[in-house]
């Protein structure tokens, strides 16, 4: 079935550094893919997202880009600020008509100043 | 402004005692779901429903009801809780793309942290 695996955190970083979160994902047919990102105590927010191969997503700095290759969604952002500090999900969407999201178990990214 | 809410935010109650966690959802959306997370395990998801009167079962099921007699609305319903439903909930919308239906963005709910004793 189809499945997204994340690389574990906790992630800690200092500002104005380099950040990647890893996700790879198994899927048949072709899944969209998404990041949410989740702050202290609230909700999860869509970050960005991609519908197809090579398809790159992007909002507040952070970029993905739609590896179908290697079955990839690997997170990026060139220069993290505290306010980054956040859990971050990776998830997949299936061609099915149920809607349903899988996620990744979720990387937590510490930013210190 | 568009947004899910979810009642209550907290909630501390006993095994067994009935409870319903409400969302609610004033974007006009089809699709509604409810997930759960836990530590490690990411979201999963309990149910969803499509429209009004359709709804089914999702990854964890067991122990929930729903129902979605309101476009709008979408309760969750513990009839007897136990200490494994002491989760973090959430509801989440979107609109339905005809024969591609997980494509649309979901929408979620600020969460509803449950403790069952």
């Known amino acids: 079935g189809n499945s997204v695996t994340q690389m574990e955190g906790p992630v800690t970083l200092s500002e104005e550094a380099f950040l990647t979160i890893n996700c790879t994902y198994t899927a048949t047919g072709y899944p969209s893919l998404f990041w949410y990102v989740q702050y202290p105590g609230e909700g999860l927010q869509l970050l960005l997202k991609a519908t197809k191969a090579d398809d790159k997503g992007s909002n507040k700095g952070f970029e993905a880009t739609y590896r179908k290759e290697t079955t990839s969604f690997h997170l990026e952002k060139g220069s993290v600020q505290v306010s980054d500090s956040a859990v971050y999900f990776c998830?997949?969407?299936?061609?099915?008509?149920?809607?349903?999201?899988?996620f990744g178990q979720g990387t937590t990214l510490q930013v210190k100043p | 402004e568009a947004q899910v809410t979810q009642n209550p935010r907290y909630l501390i109650t006993v095994t067994g005692k009935k409870l319903t966690v409400t969302c609610s959802q004033n974007m006009n959306h089809e699709y509604m779901s409810w997930y759960r997370q836990d530590p490690g395990l990411g979201l999963r998801q309990i149910y969803y429903s499509m429209n009004v009167e359709v709804t089914d079962k999702g990854d964890v099921p067991e122990g929930y009801k729903v129902s979605r007699k309101e476009k709008r609305n979408f309760p969750l319903i513990l009839e007897s809780p136990s200490p494994n439903q002491t989760s973090l909930y959430f509801c989440?919308?979107?609109?339905?793309?005809?024969?591609?239906?997980?494509?649309?963005?979901?929408?979620f709910g600020p969460g509803t942290r449950l403790l069952v004793l």
């Open positions: 989440a919308s979107s609109t339905l793309s005809t024969g591609t239906g997980g494509r649309k963005t979901q929408y």
């Open positions: 998830a997949l969407s299936g061609s099915g008509n149920t809607g349903k999201l899988i």
